[in-house]
């Protein structure tokens, strides 16, 4: 089979023609009122470099106070703070020695190992480890964000990691050192709902509002249009950014080529009175736009007429994630069920299979293994990330977290980006792994 890299968000790279500059990013965003004209507060901060070989390893990352080795009770064994698979515990020499679990045979970590102090050794039945998963591995701890990670972005010509959470802060990370080099406070008004980056730009989701910034330029700006609510998707395609609203609505602009104008961003069209409730996730495939929402359905708009051309409502709950692979559409729900959707001979989209859990699924994300097969990554309520292959379902592994995991995003060499919902942002690497 020819595969295909499952995709997140639009692979263009044409938002807005803007001359480069080697100028770093640093800002205070301030929120506007409601339809106000824009009003450009980022600040320069002088020049950095650029790369996109971003360096993430225990060696030159410090771990934080909170996350440093802790001596086990029992043993006197130290838990390192970065793992792979594979790690346990040692059993004293004292003590009759049991046959080992293998990880194999284990499927959840072990909660005693994660606040370093499990008795059991060896013989622990839960993992000793972050992940269970050949290659993938957890190589940085970002501490700072203190409530849910809302988005992660890693914006082209950058050495620069953004990431925005519910604690109405905005923070800047050095990928080289894994250090925050600026904390943003937004105000309550300006509450963050979402976070991503197309090219050079970084686009940041607030109440009634999208704020726009090129890393390269330094350009920054508030988007003019009608923006009816918390902005809680974003997602880019065909030179055009859409941002899904709590209310249901979704505000469009179209990118300009031009580099000399002062906005580069034109409002279009505001699509309104599809969804009922809150639009919560974006994909972008076959020259379609697919969006889902609070009201259980997803629907389909045609990128070149911007019409709703259908509803698909096989789920019960909250539509969280959605992702396009080899023409087929994943999506994901609060209802606890993960559906692929493949075109019918008369032109419709049908479930083809639907993977059921015991628990509501919150995140899904798509990368190659290091023989350059998809696999899905799927956030789970209790923390754990099911890794499966495409297009079987075939479970590959588990890596874990202490709270559920609501943002995934991938990254350039095999890095992996996941925040969860108490502001714990996290760096994986996967061996050989290719960007969604």
């Known amino acids: 089979m020819d595969y295909e890299a499952p995709r997140r968000y639009s692979q263009s790279r044409n938002l807005g023609g803007v001359k480069r500059k080697p100028q770093d990013f640093a800002a205070d965003v301030v929120p506007r009122r409601r339809y106000a004209p824009s009003d450009n507060t980022m600040k320069k901060q002088g020049p950095t470099k650029f790369s996109r070989n971003l360096v993430w390893t225990s060696k030159e990352y410090k771990v934080p106070e909170g996350n440093r080795p802790r001596k086990d009770q029992a043993n006197g064994s130290t838990k ?37 102090n ?21 190589v940085a701890s970002l501490e700072g964000h203190k409530k849910d990670i809302k988005g992660i972005a890693l914006p082209q010509g950058s050495d620069k990691l953004f990431s925005v959470s519910s604690d109405d802060t905005l923070r800047i990370w050095d990928c080289h050192t894994g250090h925050c080099v600026h904390t943003i406070n937004l105000q309550a008004e300006a509450a963050a709902g ?45 030179g055009m950014l859409f941002a899904g609203t709590s209310s249901g609505s979704i505000s469009v602009w179209k990118a300009t080529t031009d580099s000399d104008v002062s906005d580069p961003f034109k409002y279009l069209t505001s699509l309104e009175g599809h969804h009922t409730g809150e639009v919560t996730c974006f994909v972008v495939g076959c020259q379609l736009l697919y969006s889902g929402s609070v009201d259980k359905t997803i629907k389909v708009w045609d990128l070149n007429t911007l019409q709703c051309v ?11 994630s959605l992702l396009c692979w080899n023409k087929c559409l994943i999506s994901s729900s609060l209802d606890g069920t993960i559906k692929v959707w493949a075109f019918s001979e008369n032109g419709s989209l049908e479930v083809t299979h639907t993977r059921r859990q015991e628990q509501s699924v919150h995140a899904l994300c798509g ?10 990554f799927c956030s789970y309520q209790n923390g754990t990330v099911g890794i499966y292959d495409l297009p079987s379902f075939e479970e590959r592994g588990n890596m874990f977290s202490t709270h559920t995991i609501s943002t995934l995003t991938v990254g350039p060499g095999g890095l992996l980006f996941s925040g969860d919902k108490s502001g714990n942002l996290r760096v994986w690497s996967l061996a050989a792994g290719t960007k969604v």
Do not use: Y
Not at 97 to 106: G, L, M, N, Q, V
Not at 220 to 230: N, R, T
Not at 310 to 320: E, G, P, S
């Open 310 to 320: 259908t509803t698909l409502k096989q789920h019960t709950d909250t539509v969280t």
């Open 118 to 138: 499990c008795r059991r050794g060896e013989q622990c039945q839960f993992l000793h480890s972050w992940s269970c998963f050949p290659g993938l591995a957890m």
């Open 80 to 116: 390192p703070p970065v793992l792979g698979r594979g790690c346990s515990v040692s059993v004293s020499s004292k003590q009759p020695r049991k046959i080992a679990i293998s990880d194999t045979e284990k499927s959840v970590c072990c909660k005693f190992w994660i606040a370093g």
């Open 194 to 238: 979402s976070l991503i980056s197309e090219g050079s730009w970084v686009f940041l989701g607030l109440q009634n509002a999208v704020k726009a910034f090129n890393v390269q330029t330094s350009k920054d700006l508030h988007l003019d249009g009608v923006v009816a609510g918390q902005v809680h998707a974003i997602t880019v395609a065909n």
């Open 367 to 376: 990368v190659h293994d290091a023989e350059a097969k998809p696999i899905i």
